[in-house]
């Protein structure tokens, strides 16, 4: 093994997390419009099996990059198609939320964590586990205030986008992702959980899980997307390193039949006004970067984060599974913000 200084600059970071403690290893790639101009794998796949490293192609169950990988592309096809009126009440166009609180909520509301609803998703304690009643529950819950009063995010807004791209198009949220986004782009390792055996074997795994006796592998950590039959808007999705970087180019320039550049553009600018914290469309400025930056980002529980920046055509993607270590984000986020910092220098 090579020693650390004579490392290139991200395998060189990724390399002294893994030393210390911070994820079992990490999967990098960073680029521009026309390809990726660094990637690489450190650490190992696996600490219960030492002798298989982190490789380029291993799957991460990606968390909540699974908004912005299927609810958001997919929203933006139908906002470009005329399917959907961001300002419109939900209410006046969707029966199910019409009469309910989330009836007074819009589309843009939702997209950018504005529209009120709780913050956590305790789905199976409040609702049970039959989805109906789960989808029943979410849209009669009462707001905790005026949509558009503040910003405060919750899986449950992407929940709700997921359905309400099923009810405008007749089709699951997971077809619709595979086929609008996926394909035209050439996302071909990237699919919904849980994963057939030989997929998993090459997948990093994630957190001990306790009614199975054993660690997560191919099965989504989220629990409530586990409810829901492991795809929604909240989680759901596997992928790797370059098919997320064949998706961020697809936002820097986006090819025919996906979401358009002017989707791209209205989602990376502020749209929250004076509101605290800042949020585009599902993306938000990223962590230590200014207006100037012009540099969002998107991060996953389970230890995954992509950038992107139209400022300076680039984006970086950085995929870990550090919840196999611990819940505690701090130690991780001081390495993702030290390898946002070198992506877009």
Aim: proline fraction near 10%; charged fraction near 20%.
């Amino acid at each position: 093994m090579a020693e650390r200084s004579d490392l290139p600059p991200y395998a060189r970071l990724l390399a002294a997390a893994v030393e210390d403690g911070v994820c079992p290893g990490a999967v990098w790639a960073v680029g521009d419009p026309p390809g990726t101009r660094s990637a690489g794998a450190v650490g190992v796949l696996d600490p219960a099996r030492p002798g298989e490293p982190m490789r380029p192609d291993t799957l991460f169950d990606v968390a909540s990059l699974t908004k912005i990988l299927t609810v958001w592309a997919v929203t933006g096809t139908l906002v470009d198609a005329g399917k959907l009126d961001l300002s419109m009440p939900l209410g006046a166009f969707w029966p199910a939320a019409a009469g309910r609180p989330v009836g007074r909520v819009t589309a843009h509301h939702l997209l950018t964590h504005t529209a009120g609803m709780p913050l956590r998703a305790n789905l199976r304690f409040l609702y049970g586990s039959d989805p109906q009643d789960i989808r029943d529950g979410v849209l009669s819950e009462p707001l905790r205030h005026p949509p558009g009063a503040a910003v405060a995010y919750t899986d449950r807004a992407a929940l709700v986008l997921g359905w309400l791209t099923e009810h405008l198009t007749g089709r699951p949220l997971a077809e619709l992702a595979r086929e609008r986004v996926w394909a035209p782009l050439g996302m071909r390792e990237t699919r919904w959980g849980p994963l057939p055996p030989a997929e998993a074997a090459r997948c990093a795994p994630t957190e001990y899980d306790e009614e199975t006796g054993r660690r997560l592998r191919g099965t989504v950590h989220d629990f409530s997307a586990r409810l829901l039959g492991g795809a929604c808007g909240i989680a759901g999705v596997f992928t790797t390193a370059g098919d997320t970087g064949r998706f961020l180019r697809g936002v820097l320039s986006p090819p025919p039949g996906t979401f358009s550049a002017a989707w791209t553009e209205a989602s990376l600018r502020v749209g929250t006004g004076f509101l605290d914290p800042p949020r585009g469309l599902l993306w938000h400025p990223a962590p230590g970067t200014g207006p100037a930056d012009d540099v969002w980002a998107h991060f996953g529980f389970t230890g995954t984060a992509m950038w992107v920046s139209p400022a300076r055509a680039r984006w970086a993607v950085l995929l870990t599974n550090r919840l196999y270590v611990t819940r505690d984000p701090a130690p991780l986020a001081r390495v993702r913000e030290a390898f946002r910092a070198h992506a877009f220098a």
